[in-house]
């Protein structure tokens, strides 16, 4: 892979640093890298060549890249620090002989910010965990504190790539700067839009467990002339830490001499974290955690009806909370809606409902726990029931050459 032409340009009413991507190694074809923000935010922006860098190395070794070249010079700090997250991407979901991509580039012997900022930034999406970042940096860091949050990026591109929904959530949020005091920077990238269409036949797996967390740092080192550290809110405590890709061991990986990447929250489950933001009037009314962008009207962000809604529809009544915000359709759950809506998928997710079983029996929704440990129970036995199927065939691979399996498909009549 080839990383070249850096260059900062005018898109209309918006300010572009952009770079042209040539494939090497693969059938791909070159294609321009770009971040842009509106013209207000322009001395905001830099084209920084470690952001091309960080935000091109997870796809090309997920491609097949034997180097990345970047003509630009990079901080040797990221240098290192990438070739550990290659290793540990590797050891997660590689063979041990793959080979890790060369990095080619020239270092620079400087920071290119020797000053360093006096605020922090965090990607801000509107949902508990970026509200809780939000919250526990306001209460732990007094505002002249380096790490005090003063600036949010808003990101088109990455889950948003609706125009119209990407406006109701900006004007959903745009009251923040009064509310909070911080910057809100509108983001627009096609980092993660040229492997979307293709993930997404795979279930989004290289987005959550390879890409997602370079791609967020790849953002933030373009802004590092507002802020010197970038919070990425972690979606994961830490009893359910698992491989994937906004891990902090890969996060810490993806720093360098002028800008630190830190996860945030991995202490505090989701639960707790809604308790956090519960009695925040602000955050009550502009919570948007719903994946249904193409759903989102002018004032209405969440359907009420995906399990994600659900999940925090719940937890906020387990709290004390769901009558107190308009964010959803309705204030209220029935067992019958948790029956319908509600599929869990692993092991994290079951425990992120069983957090929520005394709280809902404490409110005295006997009925809504029941139905929440329905759906635990059914997951357990769709656990157990693939695990078996798993053996059997692990079995019938090992010891019987595939002949159950082709009884099985000849008594289907399908060979």
Sequence with gaps: MRIEDLRTEKNGSKVRVAATVTWEDCDRQAHDVYFETDEPFEEYISCNPDA??????????????KRVFIDGEICPQLNTGLTTAMSVLRHWFYPPEKELVRI????????????RQSGAGFFFSGGIDSFA???????????GHP???RYALLVYGLELDSPDSFQYVRDSLSALTQETGITVIPVYTNLYLNYR????????????????????????????????????ASSFDIPNLHPHSMDPLLNINYDSSDLQIRSDGIALSRFVKTKLIADWDFAMEHLRVC???LRYRSGSLNCGKCEKCMRTMLALLAVGALDRTSAFPE?????????????IKNSYSANWYRELLGPLAERGRNDLMHAVEHRIADYLRRKRTDAWKA????IDARYLNGNLLKLKRKGLGLG
């Design 52 to 65: 091309f860098l960080v935000g091109c190395i997870v796809p090309a070794m997920h491609y097949g890249e």
């Design 104 to 115: 080619e580039a020239r270092v620079r012997g400087k920071p290119l910010n020797p000053v």
């Design 133 to 143: 970042t939000l919250r526990i940096n306001r209460l732990n860091f007094p505002l």
């Design 147 to 149: 790490w005090s949050i």
């Design 197 to 232: 269409q293709e993930d997404a036949l795979k279930g989004f797996d290289f987005w959550t467990y390879e890409f997602m967390g370079s791609a967020f740092a790849s953002i933030a080192h373009v802004f590092l002339k507002r802020a010197s550290v970038f919070f990425l």
């Design 291 to 293: 994946n249904q962008y």
């Design 331 to 343: 204030r209220n759950v029935t067992a019958e809606t948790v029956e319908r809506t509600v599929w």
């Design 391 to 394: 053996r059997v065939k692990q």
